[in-house]
């Protein structure tokens, strides 16, 4: 009886669903060819984008300038890298101990072992970014671009060390044995923690509320834009049909996350791992094709790095994309990863601060390079016959100079990368939403969510591109200054860790309470 | 007077003091501690959990978690052998279910729960309670 009451629940939202992606596609459908769907909801776009434009990219130092929001990331990754004394080398052996279980202990609490907890926020991170995103800022500032996205990745291993740290440190075990954590826990808790309550809950509500919001841009709309840019390049029959790629994605998402079927979620976690293999393969096999090049592609990354002359904006012009397309890739100080890492089994916060540190290094120091090695190496880039061509379909351009069907695998690759991304996403402004609104009115949040898929899908990239920046970066203004004002405790934590560990009694005690498990 | 009396009352918990409150309420409408029922529901996980995407913790898991650790409240407030249900679902819906099931004389629950935003309006889990439930609901102030 209970059963089946739940089964009719989860149909009603099917239909409803149904009922909100009709009236869309006739109305997609009606108005797509004469252009006039994408029109209106430009405008609206333009016009929410200027706003936040102009409270958070005022520049410094002119029309060129940086803008504050980047100054803000740039200096709060290297404020963690200096004050935690470069843990992102120091802590990067141990990481990988970590990670193969080494310390596992299964009577710690928790959900998830270090491992399943590190790929489910990389689930988060690998996404078509990593195809499309590295295209873009080589577009816009040149190959140095993708150094400075290099160093970017690098500085932000640590800063991403920090909010996990602190996600795991301030997170709750709920009665029902699931965790909650992540950054609106640890400003409202850890800053009140340090007699700071009244900010710390400021703060945490400051950032749901700009989590709901970028959850709609950058895991979202810039997900399901880039995949229909990836799909549509291999298969011309989409080319005109936006609104029908719309669809299926929508559906596709909205069966898993309203209509609870997890086995397309479950299936989708399986596939991309593969196609991150499948991608990472082609990448070196590109290399070896065009093997001698390799030492000059590295050469022109390196020297535009520090003389892009094609810029605007020239040398800083260059960091300010490298690092703006790193920390959009890899979420170092956005907090968004400290969600899926507070889950991870164990009573030390610090050592799955260390393991976190490794996902600027995979996302971005390791496959973000490979994609710019590979454009850089194919010159697609440069060719003014292919000067139209931008994110995902620069990339797709790139790969089939060597491998012609290549496009295709990319085309799956990036449905499948937009739909787990997009499906974690929901997950994070899920979370937020329901911190603001309660739990009662999230499925008014997960409808809204579709809707802004399906828009992201009909409407242009450089203003989905726009909002998604601007809203993911405004998340880093609540979460970094929580961070800084919790540093001290931070430094507490891993020093007091580090001593610990380099004693060797870290190992003993994971041996001495395995043993009677063993029996 | 004890025909007046009630022999089944559900109170819906959701882990806050006002809900605990609200059993002390219920009490003085029944003979025994016996006739008070209370359930708790639980949200679905969502598919990127990372419990969820790596299957670490089901949802009979999460149901015996919740006995356990409200049988051990229950116990420390002066409640014991009060029958508790754990569903998994939408609240409303669930309680309104529960409440069919076992026959309920009279729900009794707080106007908000755990997360009071707005005083003003009655909160949407009592509200589809009081305009859905098959019996009367006592709304507490």
């Known amino acids: 009886m209970k059963q089946k009451s739940f089964r009719l629940q989860n149909k009603s939202w099917l239909a409803a669903l149904f009922l909100i992606l009709i009236p869309t596609a006739a109305l997609a459908q009606a108005e797509a060819d004469s252009g006039k769907l994408a029109g209106p909801l430009e405008t609206i776009f333009q016009q929410i984008i200027d706003i936040l434009n102009l409270l958070l990219y005022s520049k410094i130092g002119g029309e060129n300038g940086m803008p504050l929001i980047v100054l803000w990331l740039i200096v709060g990754a290297l404020f963690f890298t200096l004050r935690m004394k470069f843990i992102n080398i120091r802590g990067f052996k141990h990481a990988i101990d970590v990670v193969r279980g080494k310390y596992d202990d299964p009577e710690d609490e928790g959900d998830v072992s270090h491992f399943q907890a590190l790929a489910a926020a990389l689930s988060g991170t690998v996404g078509i970014g990593n195809i499309a995103g590295v295209a873009i800022a080589i577009r816009l500032g040149g190959p140095g671009a993708a150094f400075w996205m290099t160093v970017a990745g690098f500085l932000g291993m640590s800063s991403k060390f920090a909010e996990c740290t602190l996600g795991q440190k301030y997170r709750i075990i709920k009665p029902d044995g699931t965790v909650g954590g992540g950054p609106m826990y640890y400003l409202s808790r850890g800053l009140s923690s340090i007699g700071m309550g009244g900010l710390g809950k400021g703060l945490a509500i400051i950032y749901a509320a700009f989590c709901a919001i970028a959850t709609l841009g950058a895991g979202n709309m810039f997900q399901a834009n880039q995949a229909y840019a990836a799909v549509s390049n291999a298969l011309p029959f989409f080319s005109n049909l936006s609104w029908l790629f719309g669809i299926i994605l929508v559906l596709v998402v909205g069966l898993v996350i309203l209509g609870g079927i997890e086995r397309i979620g479950a299936v989708a976690g399986i596939l991309v791992p593969v196609m991150a293999v499948v991608y990472t393969i082609a990448c070196v096999w590109v290399m070896l094709v065009k093997f001698t090049s390799i030492p000059g592609a590295i050469g022109t990354i390196v020297s535009s790095a520090f003389n892009p002359q094609a810029i605007a904006g020239g040398l800083l012009g260059a960091i300010v994309i490298g690092f703006q397309r790193a920390v959009f890739s890899n979420e170092a100080g956005i907090g968004s990863a400290a969600i899926a890492h507070s889950a991870a089994r164990t009573d030390e916060p610090v050592r799955e601060g260390i393991v976190a540190l490794l996902e600027p290094f995979i996302d971005t120091m390791f496959i973000c390079n490979m994609t710019a090695i590979v454009i850089v190496l194919t010159g697609v880039y440069a060719d003014p016959a292919s000067a139209e061509l931008d994110g995902a379909k620069l990339s797709a351009a790139s790969f089939e100079t060597i491998i012609s069907w290549f496009p295709y695998v990319i085309a799956i690759a990036g449905f499948l990368f937009a739909v787990s991304t997009m499906i974690t996403w929901s997950y994070y402004g899920q979370l937020a939403w329901a911190y603001i609104f309660g739990d009662a009115t999230i499925n008014i949040y997960k409808v809204i969510f579709l809707v802004c898929g399906f828009i992201g899908t009909v409407i242009n990239l450089d203003l989905v591109l726009e909002f998604s920046d601007i809203s993911l970066l405004a998340m880093s203004l609540p979460n970094l200054l929580g961070c800084f004002l919790l540093s001290g405790v931070i430094a507490r934590e891993l020093n007091s860790y580090m001593t610990r560990l380099n004693s060797g009694e870290m190992l003993a005690n994971v041996a001495e309470t395995r043993e009677p498990v063993l029996k | ?141």
């Open chain 2, 1 to 141: 007077m004890s025909c007046l009396k009630k022999k089944s009352v559900l109170i819906p918990i959701d882990f806050s003091e006002p809900s605990y409150e609200a059993i002390a309420i219920a009490k003085e409408y029944v003979e025994d501690i016996s006739s008070l029922k209370l359930i708790h529901v639980l949200a679905p996980l969502h598919p990127a959990d990372p419990a969820a995407m790596w299957d670490t913790l089901n949802n009979e898991d999460r149901q015996q978690k919740v006995q356990e650790f409200l049988h051990s409240k229950l116990d420390e407030l002066g409640y014991k052998g009060v029958e508790i249900k754990v569903t998994i679902g939408k609240p409303g819906t669930e309680i309104i279910d529960y409440a069919k099931e076992i026959d309920a004389d009279l729900i009794v629950l707080p106007s908000h729960g755990r997360k009071a935003m707005s005083h003003f309006l009655l909160g949407s889990v009592a509200e589809r309670v009081v305009r859905l439930s098959h019996c009367p609901v006592l709304v507490l102030k």
